[in-house]
């Protein structure tokens, strides 16, 4: 699996609290070992997001992705709380 952050995805990263940067790199590498481990409540999108899925971080906080050949490339597009990024 080879994941890929998008531009949106590292500036909204880096105004996280380091609290919060330390829990999403566990989050990422939990996705690493199993995209559908049921601690990140991994869910397509729907709407004006189809085509995408999300990740939970946190209760509050998600990361938006997109995946190309069944999880082989994974593009990383949006972090920050449930009201930023959908």
Not at 20 to 43: A, G, S, V
Request: positive net charge; aromatic residues 12%.
């Amino acid at each position: 699996m080879h994941i890929f952050f998008h531009r949106v995805y590292l500036k909204r990263f880096h105004r996280l609290s380091p609290f919060i940067k330390r829990l999403t790199e566990r989050t990422i590498q939990i996705f690493k070992e199993n995209p559908f481990d049921p601690r990140l409540h991994n869910h397509v999108l729907h709407g004006s997001m189809n085509g995408r899925r999300a990740i939970s971080v946190t209760h509050e906080v998600r990361i938006i992705f997109e995946e190309k050949d069944s999880h082989t490339i994974i593009l990383f597009l949006d972090i920050g709380r449930h009201d930023q990024v959908y």
